[in-house]
DNA sequence: CACTAAGCATGACATTCATCATGCTACAAA
DNA sequence: TTTGTAGCATGATGAATGTCATGCTTAGTG
């Protein structure tokens, strides 16, 4: 039956939530179509009706979710409490357990490394993370502020994958520990 | 028909090797049994006289090059040259294009974070590696030197995944140089 | 020298996948 | 009010998957 477009809308809008959760949760690879419509309460045959194809929906999918965190980050303060305050968050056992609601840097990159469709969108929105993190998060406004982003961003992303590979909770603390300590 | 001890041992090693290559080219779950197989230049029939299971597989290659990594780091010079020598190299555009013989971290971390099984020889050798990067690596031999081998292990790590991960050539350049001159 | 069995190729198995086809219903546009 | 069609559920398609079964041949073992 038809729907009325409010609705179409809202399950539009859940298939791409739940499709950006389960994709940082397992993977880009590690979540099929169907699992996808079941988490968004829908059967299978109707995602050829809101998306051209998987790939689209994933290309859809690193847009948006890196959009946010660029989003995020965009409109933090300028100073360092909030600066501190976004490190100490990154780099927590909670962000550690919870890839799905987390950074989709951390939880994409190297899937995206190997999928040439979706390292597209990744460009552009990093491009937006590194300005962001560039003129919120660099050691007062130096002139070198966009490499002290580069680096920043490299390191926590590095510590938090290397936190999540870990099957032994103290070295993966202590991933954590360490790098909050250094920044 | 059944062939010489040494040549089933040859082939075992060819299975291991082309697995551990297109593992990290493709991902843990981005390459079939078959095509293991076929790059081993054998047909699929055989694989499960070699292994247990596909599972078994993931976890034996996981050890194996992640043990190689912690290898070769063991076995570099004591210098400050040597540690220069090893970080233009691992930050290299070359290392980027060729993850199918580079870093086994860089390359898998994030396919491991996803997989029980693998966390357990990946953490087991990552003691390994970030003990022989504390030991080379650190600027001389201070008592921080575990904390500054976790630190730059998560910063080159990150910063190779950030590199794969993008489309743009300059700013994955960019980001390289950029991990380079902070170490 | 006899004979067990290791390890190969071929092929079959049930699943799962991405995608497409169908038919129906009620919303939206006329 | 009439009508076209958006978007749903159900189900089918062919391809790919991990794994197992079979049979054959010869390297090792005793």
Do not use: W
């Not at 998306?51 to 303060?77: C, H, K, P, Y």
């Amino acid at each position: 039956m038809r729907y009325p477009a409010e609705v179409t809308a809202a399950r539009h809008g859940r298939i791409l939530q739940e499709a950006s959760r389960l994709f940082r949760e397992r993977g880009l690879n590690g979540v099929s179509v169907p699992e996808i419509m079941k988490a968004a309460k829908l059967t299978h045959g109707p995602f050829y009706n809101h998306f051209a194809s998987r790939e689209a929906l994933v290309t859809e999918v690193i847009d948006r979710v890196m959009g946010n965190l660029a989003d995020q980050i965009s409109s933090a303060r300028n100073s360092k409490a909030a600066r501190r305050q976004f490190l100490d968050a990154y780099l927590s056992a909670e962000h550690r357990d919870n890839p799905g609601d987390g950074c989709a840097i951390a939880a994409l990159a190297s899937d995206v490394a190997r999928n040439p469709t979706a390292k597209v969108p990744f460009t552009r929105r990093l491009k937006h993370v590194l300005a962001a993190v560039s003129t919120k998060f660099s050691s007062d406004g130096k002139d070198d502020s966009r490499a002290e982003a580069i680096r920043l961003v490299a390191q926590i992303v590095g510590a938090l994958i290397l936190a999540r590979a870990v099957d032994d909770s103290e070295l993966s603390e202590e991933i954590l520990e360490q790098t909050r300590a250094a920044l």
